[in-house]
């Protein structure tokens, strides 16, 4: 009887931990394709990324920044277009998108860093990442989650600008 009941609960465990990892883990070619993922048309988010080389250089100097809040309503801005910032997709969706009124794609000597911040005391457990928003050369999109999956967070972006000798 014992063995039983042991048995019974070793299967239950399995089969929530299963449950649990399935709920954030998506089939391929289904994972996150939803309003705001940044997608280009005809890709899929499950297609691996292409390796590139970059036509400029950054130079490292912090030139725009701005502070973003978790319903992507702008706490503060340096540099940064107001009216093409905001929050993309449904609530929970942790897309964001920054716009900057220049093109600030990757390939163009633009880098950019995002940090997950509770922008004020307290902390976070969220991590940010970014990249060229896809129709939209003059913004970043960024992508914010936990471990439990896609979460809104407010977070601060850093844009770096190019080599002084870029176009």
């Known amino acids: ?6 048995i019974f609960l070793t299967m239950a465990v399995v089969l929530i ?10 089939a391929p070619g289904q994972s996150r394709n939803v309003a705001g993922a940044n997608v280009p048309a005809g890709q899929s988010l499950s297609e691996p990324l292409p390796d590139v080389t970059l036509q400029y250089e950054t130079s490292g ?9 978790a319903d992507g309503t ?19 969706t942790g897309f964001y998108q920054v716009g900057f009124g220049i093109d600030v794609q990757a390939n163009q000597g633009y880098s950019r860093w ?8 307290g902390t976070t457990d969220a991590y940010c ?4 928003r896809a129709g939209d050369a003059t913004a970043v999109w960024i992508n914010c989650q936990n471990e439990s999956g896609p979460v809104d967070t407010p977070f601060f972006i850093y844009l770096a600008r190019p080599k002084p000798n870029v176009p």
């Not at 009887?1 to 042991?6: A, D, E, F, S, V």
């Not at 931990?17 to 998506?26: C, E, H, I, Q, Y």
């Not at 100097?61 to 809040?69: H, Y």
């Open 74 to 92: 702008i706490a503060s801005c340096n540099g940064c277009a107001p009216s093409d910032t905001f929050h993309l997709g449904a609530a929970g």
């Open 1 to 6: 009887m014992k063995r039983t009941i042991w």
């Open 114 to 121: 995002v940090q997950a911040d509770t922008l004020q005391a």
């Open 17 to 26: 931990g299963l449950f649990t990892v399935s709920r954030f883990t998506a």
């Open 61 to 69: 100097m912090v030139w725009r920044t701005a502070a973003i809040n």
């Open 129 to 132: 990442n970014t990249a060229d």
